[in-house]
């Protein structure tokens, strides 16, 4: 009886073996490019990942650098609060248009800074605004000289 059965619906069973047999391949190909697919997006992360810890370390390196829009001064390229005008002043993490306006105040008042501590004199400027200062600004020669 079996062998009837067999017989009769021989081309059926080997079309549905057939259909079984693509159905794995095009499954394992399937596995195969989704982990194709994984493998590129890990490294994709893996270097963004590389990046971003660039990125943070030169941040880091900056002492007082400044992020989201404020400028970014480093050695050799600092500010003379003793010359700068306001627009430049303004520039310094923490200094806005008053500060800034203060700060030529007091030195125009005072003959000029004769040392960057002197800041901590202007009124808001203290030693938090101060240490993200202190190695973005120089002083040049003062007024009264």
């Known amino acids: 009886m079996l062998d009837q059965f067999v017989e009769k619906y ?12 693509l159905g ?17 997006d890990q490294d994709r992360v893996t270097e963004l990942t590389k990046q971003n810890d660039e990125l943070r370390n030169q941040l880091s390196k900056l002492s007082a ?20 005008d306001a627009a430049r ?11 800034a306006a203060d700060i030529i105040a007091y030195r125009e008042s005072h003959g000029g800074f004769n040392s960057i501590e002197d800041l901590k ?6 030693d938090k605004t101060f240490e993200n200062l202190k190695d973005l600004v120089t002083i040049g020669e003062s007024l009264e000289n």
């Open 24 to 40: 794995g391949i095009g499954i394992i190909y399937q596995d195969k490019l989704s982990r194709e697919r994984q493998g590129k």
């Open 121 to 126: 004199n202007i009124k808001g400027i203290g």
């Open 89 to 99: 002043l303004d520039t310094l993490p923490g200094i806005g248009p008053a500060r």
């Open 65 to 84: 650098g400044q992020v989201a829009g404020e400028s970014v001064e480093q050695e050799g390229n600092k500010i003379d609060i003793n010359s700068a």
């Open 10 to 21: 021989r081309w059926y069973i080997g079309v549905g073996l057939i259909v079984i047999i």
